[in-house]
C-alpha cells in the first residue's frame, strides 16, 4: 500500500481547520489575495503550503525538519528557515524553537564554544621564539604557575629575567616567591605603557587584526609564522650571516 506524502496529509488535514476552511473559499472566490490554491489543491499563503492546527502533523514537520538524518540537528533559526521556504503556519518560530530547546540530542552535544578572554604572549629575547598560550578569566594563580612550567621552563629551561605587564597573577605573593627561588628577576612594564616590551607588543596587534578569524586556527598558525617573520628581520639585519 503507498502510504501517503508529508504534504498530501498537509492537505487532507487542511479540511479540519476551521480557519483554514475560510480562507480557502475565500481564495476561490477571488477575496483573499495572499492565499491561492496549488495544482494539487493544497491551499497556500504566499505559495506556502499552509499548516493546519493539527498537532501529529505539526510534530511530524518539526521533527522531519530538525532531526532526520538529512536535517542533522539544525538550531531554531536555521529550522525556522528551512520551514518557512515550504510551509506556513502561525507562531512557526515559536513552536521551532520549542523543538529544539526540547531535543536531548541538541543539550548533550551543545558545549561552550567561546573565544579565550586573550592569549598570553611569551617570547624568548634569546632565540626570538613566541608562545601563545590561550589564557581564561578562570586562570588562577596556581594555573598560570602550572603553564609556564609546561610551556616555557620545559621547553627553555628557568630564565633569567621575566618581563611581564601588572597582572595581580605576575604580582601575587606565589608567583615572586616561585621566581625568587629559580633567581628569575621579575621586571614590570610601566601602567599605560606595554610597549616596554616591543616585540610582544607588536605580535598582540598582529593577533588583534586576525581577531575575525578562528582562534584556534590562529594559535596553531602563529608561532610558524612568528618564526618565519623573525627569522626574515634577522636575515636583513645580518645580511645572512651565520
Given at each position: 500500500?503507498?502510504?501517503?506524502?508529508?504534504?498530501?496529509?498537509?492537505?487532507v488535514a487542511?479540511?479540519?481547520d476551521?480557519?483554514l476552511?475560510?480562507?480557502?473559499?475565500?481564495a476561490?472566490a477571488?477575496?483573499?489575495?495572499e492565499f491561492?490554491?496549488?495544482?494539487?489543491g493544497?491551499?497556500?499563503?504566499e505559495?506556502?503550503?499552509c499548516?493546519?492546527?493539527?498537532s501529529?502533523i505539526?510534530?511530524?514537520l518539526l521533527?522531519?525538519?530538525?532531526?532526520s538524518?538529512?536535517?542533522m540537528h539544525?538550531g531554531?533559526t536555521?529550522?525556522y528557515q528551512?520551514?518557512?521556504?515550504?510551509?506556513w503556519?502561525?507562531?512557526?518560530?515559536?513552536e521551532?524553537?520549542?523543538i529544539?530547546?526540547?531535543?536531548?540530542?541538541?543539550?548533550?552535544?551543545?558545549?561552550?564554544?567561546?573565544?579565550?578572554v586573550a592569549?598570553r604572549?611569551?617570547?624568548d629575547k634569546?632565540t626570538?621564539?613566541a608562545?601563545f598560550?590561550?589564557?581564561?578569566?578562570?586562570?588562577?594563580?596556581s594555573?598560570w604557575t602550572q603553564?609556564y612550567?609546561?610551556?616555557?621552563?620545559?621547553l627553555?629551561?628557568?630564565?633569567?629575567?621575566?618581563?611581564?605587564d601588572?597582572?595581580?597573577?605576575?604580582?601575587?605573593?606565589?608567583?615572586?616567591?616561585?621566581?625568587a627561588a629559580?633567581?628569575?628577576?621579575?621586571d614590570?612594564?610601566?601602567a599605560?605603557?606595554?610597549q616596554t616590551?616591543g616585540?610582544t607588543?607588536?605580535?598582540?596587534?598582529?593577533?588583534?587584526?586576525?581577531?575575525?578569524?578562528n582562534h584556534?586556527?590562529?594559535?596553531?598558525?602563529?608561532?610558524?609564522?612568528?618564526?618565519?617573520?623573525a627569522l626574515?628581520?634577522?636575515m636583513e639585519?645580518?645580511?645572512?650571516?651565520?
Open positions: 500500500m503507498v502510504q501517503p506524502t508529508l504534504r498530501q496529509k498537509v492537505i487542511q479540511s479540519n476551521p480557519y476552511v475560510e480562507k480557502r473559499c475565500l476561490e477571488g477575496q483573499a489575495v491561492s490554491i496549488s495544482s494539487d493544497g491551499l497556500l499563503f505559495r506556502r503550503i499548516v493546519p492546527t493539527d501529529a505539526k510534530t511530524e521533527t522531519e525538519a530538525h532531526s538524518p538529512f536535517s539544525p531554531s536555521k529550522m528551512n520551514l518557512k521556504r515550504v510551509y503556519w502561525r507562531n512557526m518560530k515559536r521551532a524553537a520549542e529544539v530547546s526540547k531535543c536531548w540530542v541538541c543539550q548533550q552535544v551543545k558545549a561552550p564554544r567561546q573565544k579565550p592569549i604572549v611569551v617570547v634569546l626570538k621564539s608562545h598560550i590561550p589564557r581564561k578569566s578562570t586562570y588562577t594563580t594555573k603553564l612550567l609546561s610551556e616555557i621552563v620545559r627553555h629551561g628557568v630564565p633569567v629575567s621575566i618581563v611581564s601588572r597582572d595581580a597573577r605576575f604580582t601575587s605573593k606565589f608567583w615572586k616567591g616561585l621566581q629559580t633567581g628569575t628577576r621579575l614590570f612594564s610601566t599605560f605603557h606595554p616590551e616585540q607588543a607588536r605580535l598582540n596587534q598582529v593577533f588583534l587584526s586576525s581577531s575575525t578569524l584556534e586556527i590562529i594559535l596553531l598558525l602563529l608561532p610558524s609564522l612568528f618564526s618565519q617573520s626574515k628581520v634577522w639585519k645580518d645580511g645572512g650571516k651565520k
